[in-house]
């Protein structure tokens, strides 16, 4: 057996999922160099969180450390999105498939894609479906 860090102690425990894996403190990473080993994850997750201006860096680190054929999920707010083709086209690119979309939300995006494989253009290759807008808040 195992002793869980103290951070993981206030995680909460999904019903059916088995335990809690030990792994560092989310604060010790940044998402565009996360402490993980290459193929050795199922699931990443981007949740309002492509703020950045080097979401590709991210989205190439989550290709990194997902196991072949994992799972991406990304939710974002719908109006960063000039033309979702050019964003989906973007992200196969580096090397994922679009499994889903849901677009019917008038506030947020979702998108699961599947990993297949290594990014399929260089570093210097320009996607621009990649830049997103400033996310627009708006008074209710």
């Not at 995680?11 to 160099?33: C, F, Y």
């Not at 679009?98 to 996607?127: C, E, M, R, W, Y």
């Amino acid at each position: 057996m195992f002793e869980e860090p103290e951070w993981a102690e206030a995680a909460p425990v999904a019903a059916g999922l088995g335990p809690v894996i030990s792994r560092p403190p989310p604060a010790a990473a940044s998402q565009n160099k996360v402490p993980l080993e290459d193929e050795s994850v199922d699931v990443a997750v981007f949740c309002l969180s492509l703020m950045g201006t080097n979401i590709r860096d991210f989205l190439e680190e989550a290709n990194r450390v997902l196991k072949p054929g994992g799972l991406l999920k990304v939710a974002e707010v719908s109006s960063r999105f000039e033309d979702v083709r050019t964003f989906l086209r973007a992200v196969t690119k580096l090397g994922f498939k679009i499994v889903s979309k849901d677009l019917t939300n008038s506030h947020f995006f979702l998108f699961d894609f599947q990993k297949t494989g290594p990014p399929l253009v260089g570093p210097k290759a320009q996607l621009s479906g990649l830049q997103l807008q400033p996310c627009l808040y708006k008074r209710r």
